[in-house]
């Protein structure tokens, strides 16, 4: 039966059960931002690909990707998709009408956030479902500001603005789209704020902060407490936390060796060693220094940065699995910040 025949055979109501089942074997192989815009060919279509039996049978299939290339560094970095046979996608963002008057400064689980300056004006952007919604303007001047939204869980995201800096702590606004209004907060870290670093990673509500010598600052979003967790060993610069199955991640590469640790009790600082490997074999030379880029959030796949390209890497089996070149066609690029997002409800349902 053909693709067409399929397609009328459901909107007629025609072998409907075997149908649908049919369809959704095939609408699990499409690329997300297909199934995007399938979803608006009609309302049977829409409750289809919105169904949860279907959404469970759907990979991790997107990666975004933020560079800049030699060629084009005075401009704008690029945003592109990557494929699963080695291929970058470039993604035109100009369906935001805001584009080139505002600057992208955090990206989250396939969402975007712009801040433009004249006027002060935070957009969060659904690369998706090339959705976007302007948020009302903070109190006070931000100093960073960070986006939370976990498409796992919830189709509700958070903007958190740094507003000030206190010697163990800081005032912050946190904008949630559940309740479309900004409030005010304080937090204290535990420790001195200058041992804060720029490593972040948010997973289930909580924000983890790297932070010198040798700690993990856990932000509870729904708390507005901080946590410390103890790093297994002192802290990397290049270090690297995530999540993956379930579990927070510390990885770094160390003169080709390959070290990643996964929490296990967050309450007493236990680690256990998960992976210690070489990458040499995908490096080739001394002289390249490869960074970690992301944790894959379901498999046992670790992201990697060896210029010029990307390469995901299979722990268990301990060999390479893709391979993005980025030197052909764009100059010397070098990579900004990579998001991994799966198909989810929740994503083509936020900003919809």
């Known amino acids: 039966m053909e693709a067409s025949d399929l397609i009328s055979c459901y909107e007629k109501g025609i072998e409907r059960s075997m149908n649908e089942d049919l369809l959704i074997e095939i609408l699990a192989r499409l690329p997300l931002k297909s199934l995007s815009r399938f979803k608006c060919v009609s309302k049977s279509w829409h409750r289809l690909i919105s169904d949860k039996y279907l959404q469970q049978k759907l990979p991790l299939i997107s990666t975004g990707v933020f560079f800049r290339s030699e060629s084009d560094q005075f401009k704008e970095p690029r945003y592109a998709y990557t494929a699963a046979d080695g291929v970058i996608e470039d993604s035109q963002l100009d369906f935001f009408p805001f584009h080139e008057k505002s600057t992208i400064v955090d990206g989250c689980n396939g969402l975007l956030l712009y801040y433009r300056p004249a006027p002060v004006t935070f957009y969060v952007v659904n690369t998706t479902t090339k959705k976007w919604v302007s948020l009302p303007r903070p109190q006070k001047i931000t100093q960073l500001s960070i986006l939370a939204f976990d498409p796992y869980s919830s189709p509700e995201f958070k903007v958190l603005c740094f507003t000030a800096w206190r010697a163990r702590g800081a005032e912050l606004e946190i904008y949630s789209s559940k309740t479309g209004s900004w409030d005010q907060h304080e937090i204290q870290f535990g420790i001195e704020t200058d ?15 790297l932070a010198y010598p040798n700690r993990v600052v856990a932000v509870n979003l729904t708390k507005i407490t901080c946590n410390l967790i103890k790093l297994p060993e002192p802290m990397n610069r290049d270090g690297r936390v995530g999540h993956s199955q379930g579990h927070l991640h510390y990885a770094y590469i160390d003169e080709n060796k390959l ?12 680690w256990a060693l998960k992976h210690e490997t070489s990458v040499r074999q995908f490096i080739g030379t001394r002289e390249i220094k490869p960074n970690i880029l992301a944790f894959h959030p379901e498999k046992e796949l670790v992201y990697i940065w060896v210029p010029w390209k990307m390469v995901s890497y299979n722990l268990r089996e301990r060999r390479l699995e893709g391979m993005w070149k980025f030197d052909k066609e764009r100059g010397k690029a070098y990579l900004i910040q990579i998001w991994l997002f799966p198909c989810s409800s929740f994503l083509t349902k936020c900003l919809a």
């Open 259 to 270: 070290k990643i640790w996964m929490l296990k009790d967050a309450k007493r600082s236990e």
């Open 195 to 209: 041992a804060i670093s720029a490593t972040m990673h948010y997973f289930n509500n909580v924000l983890y902060i």
